[in-house]
């Protein structure tokens, strides 16, 4: 069977997204997408699952298609230790996010609010939204930490230099390494590539999610799939939980010392070699992170003309590039996504065509056959 991504994080009626779960299925096989539903679960959001009945009938209605089953969880919320053993294994992965995070007095700040404790400067704010992913990596048996650079409302348009530091983005990438919980590159909140490369560097194993909940969002992964080849992750690598598994509740943790010795990558042996491997490529990477001047400003660039391709396999990473390169957007693309693409952006469409056509014209140097035309315009 052909190589599909996995978008690991899509949202349905379950809980706050727009789409059925059947539409969420059907909208990611028209994307060539393996989909899963994350749905909230959760008593701290706004639409969620809030009860473990809830979450049993949730599960019962995803056993019902072939689909895979997840939930996102909130640390800061109890919901998901109540969850019994049974329940729990029911899932195929689990995501835990830090929708809120909690001061040193106690106080919750949550993601979603732009009015901010009076005082509260950014570095109080970052430095215990690291204490809390350190909590979540600690003791949530979640396989992916969502959204990982989703910070409060007022702090999403500062320069990541104020938000994030080097230290900041090692101790994240640290707790998650320890713990064997993936990294989400995610579509929604789209973290900079600088923490990204830190956590590859580090062995710690990506996933890939939309974090859709709209026809146009649901497994619509192809910004974090190009971000996760140009930043050298080979597709096989990438989170899948058919192929990884899961954490679940009764996962060993090991300690800090027994991690350094032998990379857990999600507790899974026989990726040892390939982590080493990645870990290899990392030590330069890491030289990359740290030299400093070296970061482009440059905004991402849109690929002018794209690969044609009617599949995700066969494709390969692609070697990291400088530090700084962020034209994430030179990664293949998905025709069928494409098309989803052009829908949005019809003039667009047609003018990438028109370019399509004439490269092909140039390069054959003859007229172009009627079904050509047919299948482009
Ligand atoms: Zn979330
Ligand atoms: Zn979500």
Known sequence: MTWQPVDCHAHST???????????????AALGVRPSLADHISRDVAKSITSVADARRYLDALEQIDVLRAGEFCWHDGLWRELPDDLVRRFTHRLGSVHAVRLGDGTL??????????????????????????????EMPVDIFAHPTLVALPYRTLD????????RETRIVDALFHAGIAFEISSRYRPHDRIVRRAIARGVRISLGSDGHSFD???????????????????????????????RRT???????????????????????????????GRRGSARICRPGRR?????RRR??????TTWSGERALPPRA???????????????????????????RSRRTARLGALWTRRGRSFRNHDVRRHV
């Open 14 to 28: 379950f809980s706050d997204g727009a789409l059925s779960i059947t539409d969420v299925v059907e909208r990611a």
């Open 109 to 138: 700040v949550r993601a979603f609010t732009s009015k901010l404790p009076s005082g509260l400067t950014v570095d109080d704010y970052m430095d215990a939204h690291v204490a809390s992913v350190e909590q979540l990596a600690t």
């Open 160 to 167: 990541v230099d104020l938000v994030w530091t080097e230290e």
């Open 217 to 247: 969002q649901v497994a619509d992964i192809t910004r974090p799939l190009a971000m996760a080849r140009q930043l050298g992750v080979a597709d096989a690598d990438l989170y899948d939980p058919t192929r990884h598994g899961s954490k």
């Open 251 to 281: 996962a060993p943790v090991a300690t800090a010392q027994q991690s350094d010795q032998v990379p857990r990558s999600l507790g899974r042996p026989h990726l040892v070699a390939a982590d080493q491997s990645r870990r290899r490529r």
């Open 296 to 300: 482009s400003t440059a905004r991402p």
């Open 304 to 309: 002018s003309r794209r690969r044609r391709t």
């Open 323 to 349: 530090h700084g390169d962020a034209r994430f957007s030179r990664g293949p693309r998905l025709s069928a996504m494409d098309s989803s693409l052009d829908r949005r952006s019809p003039r667009r469409a």
